[in-house]
């Protein structure tokens, strides 16, 4: 191998290492002193990509001190997802060859590849590469190196095939960051929902990662190292898709990705694409649209070219417009139009609401964490098909339903209106806020409010906090409410009788079995005709 003792000879000339990567063809395309993991090509930069092949480029790399690559040097591999790393131990013995060339300074190396990662050896795995033991240089040679590619590649494929996943289906991993304002619990419970939530958007969660740091970092949220161990992760297990547990900035997004190699988004994006599946009616649509964009917008930077200034030659040359600021200008003409459809919907709901108030009769809004149950009240009183299903933000669009409620004293039916409002979360993205007021006014004006509880989520304690700081932060109406805690058939007696002890005057039920459900007309009954008597 000519090409390997000439790198010798120059690795030897200026005592560093030296690595040359090398596509199929034999065609030498990158060439760097250092080490594999100081001249690694970057994932976005390879020319091909994918979990059942490989990138097509092989990496040769001397080594002075003649050892074995280090592990480094393998995660390097890993990250590139390279045909193979071919570690050349320079002997420093080497000598001219007459006639030109070099020859000698190269007799043994290492070869290492990676593995792949089947399902039933995941758990036992060591490493994702094996590496062989110091081999002759005529055992490196191209040809052998090719036949091995070529099953390794053979090799992925079937096991890419045999765990691959829904079509379509997004592949997740899940990063949280604790900082120190955050406790272990809150951060756990933070991760659980954000799994929770790549769930209810239809993708899959493969590896849930963290780290704990003082304060996120600027460029990478996370610290250098764990971004490797991150886009490690990615290449390891097929993943396309990174979801952070905080709001990312334009150059933090970019800056992952471009390390990683695959997408990268953070909890808010999540939401706003939850929101998108589920919305319904040309309302909700309307809503969810103009809060995706509301967030886009801030974040909209230009990247290469693409985001160049327009135009070129004679009478182009100049200040002009670039990309970016016509995309921005769009957008922002998109967002006027869509506000005034909103404030359009605003105004039509609040005639719908003047129409009730003027028929005297009371409303009642169900409020509540998301997936606390609400529909399936709804629907439990009032015969409603509400969709109602055990996930987060199952139901957008608010549904108002009426529901009559017997008095047994004179046997006379006071009808009350019931509305089923969108579902709250823990930091409710500001977007979404906005783009819903029209919605949420629902809940300003209501004459009395249920406040939902899931009882079986070990966070309902923390989940009551956020439905609260939510309503605070609305221009609410001295509005009474009572508090339902609900699927308390899931949880043990032990959790309902202290739940009860700390709040005595809430109702407990549960609402898809119609347990509670008569205690709770009897509770809105009095109510009612308490305000009446007012």
Known sequence: ????????????????????????????????????????????????????????????????????????????????????????????????????????????????????????????????????????????????????????????????????????????????????????????????????????????????MQQNRSKPHPQTVVGEGKVEELALAVQTTGANLVVFDRDLSAAQVRNLEQRCGVRVIDRTELILDIFAQRAQSRAGKLQVELAQLEYLLPKLVGRGQGMSRLGGGIGTRGPGETKLETERRTIQSRIAKLQKQVNELQSHRSRLRNQRQQQAVPTVAIVGYTNAGKSTLLNALTQADIYAADQLFATLDPTTRRLSLLDPGNQTYHPILLTDTVGFIHKLPDALVDAFRATLEEVTEADLLLQMVDLSDRAWRRQIASVANILAEMPLATSPMVMVFNKIDQVPSEALAAAQADYPEAIFLAAAQGIGLETLKKRLLEQILTDLTD
Request: hydrophobic share 40%.
């Open 1 to 208: 191998m000519e090409l390997a003792q000439r790198l010798g000879a120059i690795s030897q000339e200026i005592k560093q290492p030296v690595s040359v990567y090398v596509n199929r063809r034999g065609q030498i395309i990158r060439v760097g002193v250092g080490t594999p993991r100081q001249t690694q090509i970057p994932p976005l930069e390879l020319p091909r990509y994918g979990e059942k092949r490989l990138s097509g480029i092989r990496c040769l790399t001397t080594d002075l001190k003649g050892e074995a690559p280090r592990e480094s040097s393998l995660i390097a591999m890993a990250l590139q997802r390279l045909d193979a790393l071919v570690v050349l131990s320079v002997t420093g013995q080497g000598f001219a060859k007459r006639g030109g060339g070099v020859t000698g300074y190269v007799d043994t190396g290492y070869l290492a590849h990676l593995l792949p990662q089947s399902s039933d050896d995941m758990e036992d795995r060591v490493a994702d590469w094996v590496v062989s033991p110091a081999v002759d240089l005529e055992d490196l040679a191209e040809e052998a190196i090719l036949d091995l590619v070529e099953n390794l590649e053979a090799e992925f494929e079937r096991e890419f095939v045999a765990r691959q996943v829904e079509a379509g289906q997004e592949r997740v991993l899940v990063m949280g960051l604790k900082t120190s304002e955050v406790d272990d619990q809150s951060f756990a419970e933070g991760l659980t929902e954000l799994e929770r939530l790549v769930d209810s958007a239809g993708a899959q969660v493969l590896q849930v």
